[in-house]
């Protein structure tokens, strides 16, 4: 099992922009998918993006255009670009780490971080 952190949540204006990280500390980085979900108050939680270890990425359609994530292997991150942000992306946004599995797959899931506050507001 790995340990994730969640970093750069916060409060941003309609239309603005921020960027979350997750530090995975643990072996096998390179080879596991990681996926972003978050969850917002009195919702279900929702898959927001994934990333395999090939970097083939998939989004929620809420999300298309507006948000890109990536893996930086050397620095065992991966982040959550969110631009054009609207207030129903205000959420907990938590990222996950699957199991070490080919290029092309997401892996089950193994750990997840304990999330961070979007909130988005004017």
């Known amino acids: 099992q790995v340990q994730l952190v969640e970093s750069g949540g916060g409060l941003v204006q309609p239309g603005g922009s921020l960027r979350l990280s997750c530090a995975v500390s643990?072996?096998?980085?390179?080879?596991?998918?990681m996926v972003w979900h978050r969850q917002a108050p009195g919702k279900q939680r929702e898959l927001v993006a994934t990333?395999?270890?090939?970097?083939?990425?998939r989004y929620a359609d809420s999300v298309k255009g507006r948000f890109t994530i990536s893996r930086d292997n050397a620095k065992n991150t991966v982040y959550l670009q969110m631009n054009s942000l609207k207030p129903e992306d205000t959420a907990v946004y938590y990222c996950?780490?699957?199991?070490?599995?080919?290029?092309?797959?997401?892996?089950?899931?193994?750990?997840w971080g304990q999330g961070t506050q979007v909130t988005v507001s004017s």
């Open positions: 643990g072996s096998g980085f390179s080879s596991r998918g």
């Open positions: 996950v780490a699957g199991r070490p599995a080919g290029p092309l797959s997401l892996g089950t899931y193994d750990s």
């Open positions: 990333i395999t270890p090939a970097s083939i990425t």
